[in-house]
């Protein structure tokens, strides 16, 4: 149960929804010309480009996962390991699973990879996918309330979701005395991330402190529920996406079989997963769950949170990064907000953060997040990133993917 895992590489598609240029609806150009894609082919898009980008012989994969949380609601389609299957002839009688656990399908996908690899698979494959954009903002937001309580959180608002991480801003502010000016900065920084990323949902949408810092008509607060409709604006929230993303992880003898090295590859130092009680609230001021995932994982790895060179946190909303970096340990609680006003969780920062722009930025096609977010920091350990470029290419990253309110975490420490 010791046996190493690398990551060899893998491909995340663009992430697409309205505000994207690449995005079709009734005012784009090409409405009634073309189509944005399915599930299907987002996901055998890829699928088919993880094993080009890798070199990797379909055939050559033990096995394979698919992360996905609600096809079945936005797609009409469950059943997403036999579609996994159809992204490649040779993948054919493979053993391929789908995986749910709402925002972090993607990440525990790559936790039963990584498990698979220590009991003895050497070449395996795994895919994130979501299409969210079938359904109205309303309907997709009741669609997305399924990762909550449903039966005792539905009621909160008709987008359960923001109310509910409005809430821990609420009790954010009002303990540490945070403006809205301060979370501000945190979608300043993912909308600046993303315009230098050509893969990103936002990378044509300005955003400047003003806008993200005070309620106005081209950034309202939109929560019908009276006492939580002040802390949650439209930049405050991660972007519905359509998108996915794919990786190939492997072994000792899996790098072998292949012809490469350890040092074609970024190893797996450690992975945790918690998950918390899906019928108790925690406490609005910490990311319980996210801590001992990190906490675990930090032990598994040897590794604390100063060696971290680079992170993909779970930011589904601006409070959500503040909350991950103190669950991580680079801030004490209320602290996190002066460390981005600072800079210093921008991409020439000490501690980078969302480094291509994070779910607010990059965009959150729910199941595809946790895959896109370890190959983002693959990326970065490979100097592959660009514009985005974390100076120095860092040789430890931290991934946090989180499901629903804190409830499901897989956290992963990667080593060039």
Known sequence: MHRRAFV????????????????????????????????EELLTAAVRGALEETGVAAADVDKAWVGNFVGELFSNQGHLGAALVGAHPDLLYKPVMRVEGACASGGLAFASAVES???????????????????????????????????????????????????????????????????????????????????????????????????????????????????????????????????????????????????DAVEVAGLAHTTGNLYEDGDPLRLSTTEAAIARVFKASGVTAADVGVAEVHDC????ELLMMEAIGWAKPGQSAAMVREGRTAINGDHPVNTGGGLVGFGHPVGATGVKQLLEVVRQMRGQCGDYQVPGRPTVGLTVNMGGDDKTVVATVLRA
């Open 317 to 320: 909303f601006t409070i959500t």
């Open 8 to 39: 060899l590489g893998g491909r995340t598609t663009p992430f697409i929804g309205k505000g994207s240029p690449d995005f079709i609806w009734k005012k784009h150009p090409d409405f009634g010309t073309r189509e944005n894609p399915t599930l």
């Open 117 to 263: 690899i220590r009991a003895g698979s050497d070449i395996t494959l795994v895919a994130g996918v979501e299409v969210q954009t079938t359904a109205s903002a309303r309907v997709g937001g009741d669609y997305l309330a399924r990762a909550s309580h449903y039966k005792r959180q539905r009621g909160l608002d008709d987008f359960t979701f923001p109310a509910l991480f409005a809430r821990r801003t609420k009790h954010y502010r009002e303990a540490w005395g945070t403006t809205e000016e301060d979370i501000g900065h945190v979608a300043v920084k993912a909308y600046a991330n993303a315009h230098k990323n050509p893969l990103a949902h936002m990378r044509a949408v300005p955003m400047d402190l003003a806008t993200a810092s005070a309620p106005s008509e081209r950034n309202p607060c939109f929560l019908g529920n009276e006492e939580l409709a002040p802390y949650m604006k439209v930049s405050d929230c991660s972007q519905v996406s359509d998108g996915a993303s794919a990786l190939i992880l492997v072994s000792e003898e899996g790098l072998r079989r292949l012809g490469r090295t350890p040092a």
